[in-house]
């Protein structure tokens, strides 16, 4: 079923789908984190999103930050129309635009501006943003139990693109200088970091995430910079709950509610 719901950011509303993914707690996150960073650097002007599913990333920068354009890349066909649909309903048409495509294309024929048969193939040219976000499938092809929808499938395995094509498309979108913001699983740290290497994504910001104060980190949100010099700082450890269940004041402070 096809609802539309309130963001709790402004007026902002979004429309999902029962059958899809929809949007949860870590959207939030790594677009609370990747605006932080963007809001410094005024000199930007756009961002694209990899994987953005209904298009909550997008739509949170499009208030968190003054990004003119904000490009959403998603596979599934009815993602990319609840995306579209909730750029109408806000407003935003124009200033969000929604790519159906696949992440692991871009890049692989410069052709055609990046990618085969994309729609249209120059807004994902080489070098054309300042910033990628990602929340990317964190589950391997091949670990896991699959769940029986496909979309769903699709959000949470590495099925049609893995973690070394978001590198990939990341590091070929971005100019020189641009800057990653992606979120993933902990226990991941050190192959994102070995694999991003590979394509002159360099480390610099990582905040380790868990579910309650003293747990164990269960997430882990990264900043790389493309050609940066080597050098890291580790952001203090962000718990999702307090002991009482309650939510943190610092997840709060994300989702504008403290």
């Given at each position: 079923?096809?609802?539309?719901?309130?963001?709790?950011?402004?007026?902002?509303?979004?429309?999902?789908?029962?059958?899809?993914?929809?949007?949860?707690?870590?959207?939030?996150?790594?677009?609370?984190?990747?605006?932080?960073?963007?809001?410094?650097?005024?000199?930007?002007?756009?961002?694209?999103?990899?994987?953005?599913?209904?298009?909550?990333?997008?739509?949170?920068?499009?208030?968190?930050?003054?990004?003119?354009?904000?490009?959403?890349?998603?596979?599934?066909?009815?993602?990319i129309d609840l995306a579209e649909t909730t750029?109408?309903?806000?407003?935003?048409?124009?200033?969000?635009?929604?790519?159906?495509?696949?992440?692991?294309?871009?890049?692989?024929?410069?052709?055609?501006?990046?990618?085969?048969?994309?729609?249209?193939?120059?807004?994902?040219?080489?070098?054309?943003?300042?910033?990628?976000?990602?929340?990317?499938?964190?589950?391997?092809?091949?670990?896991?139990?699959?769940?029986?929808?496909?979309?769903?499938?699709?959000?949470?395995?590495?099925?049609?693109?893995?973690?070394?094509?978001?590198?990939?498309?990341?590091?070929?979108?971005?100019?020189?200088?641009?800057?990653?913001?992606?979120?993933?699983?902990?226990?991941?740290?050190s192959e994102i970091v070995e694999k991003a290497?590979?394509?002159?994504?360099?480390?610099?910001?990582?905040?380790?995430?868990?579910?309650?104060?003293?747990?164990?980190?269960?997430?882990?949100?990264?900043?790389?910079?493309?050609?940066?010099?080597?050098?890291?700082?580790?952001?203090?450890?962000?718990?999702?709950?307090?002991?009482?269940?309650?939510?943190?004041?610092?997840?709060?402070?994300?989702?504008?509610?403290?």
């Amino acid at each position: 079923m096809i609802r539309l719901d309130s963001t709790g950011f402004d007026d902002l509303k979004i429309y999902q789908d029962d059958r899809l993914f929809c949007y949860g707690v870590d959207a939030v996150m790594i677009a609370a984190f990747a605006a932080g960073y963007i809001n410094r650097r005024r000199v930007y002007s756009n961002a694209c999103d990899l994987g953005t599913g209904n298009g909550i990333i997008p739509l949170i920068l499009s208030h968190k930050t003054k990004l003119e354009k904000i490009v959403g890349v998603e596979i599934n066909r009815d993602n990319i129309d609840l995306a579209e649909t909730t750029a109408e309903e806000n407003g935003l048409t124009g200033r969000l635009t929604f790519i159906n495509a696949n992440v692991a294309d871009i890049g692989k024929n410069k052709s055609d501006g990046g990618a085969s048969g994309l729609e249209p193939a120059y807004e994902l040219g080489q070098g054309s943003f300042d910033a990628v976000v990602s929340n990317p499938p964190y589950i391997a092809e091949d670990g896991g139990i699959k769940c029986d929808y496909n979309a769903k499938t699709l959000a949470r395995h590495e099925v049609t693109a893995d973690l070394e094509d978001f590198l990939s498309a990341a590091a070929y979108l971005m100019k020189d200088r641009g800057e990653l913001f992606m979120i993933h699983k902990a226990f991941r740290f050190s192959e994102i970091v070995e694999k991003a290497a590979g394509h002159r994504l360099e480390l610099k910001d990582a905040q380790l995430i868990s579910g309650k104060p003293e747990g164990e980190p269960e997430l882990a949100m990264f900043r790389f910079i493309k050609g940066g010099n080597p050098g890291v700082h580790f952001l203090p450890q962000l718990n999702i709950r307090e002991n009482d269940e309650s939510f943190s004041k610092r997840l709060l402070v994300m989702y504008e509610r403290e």
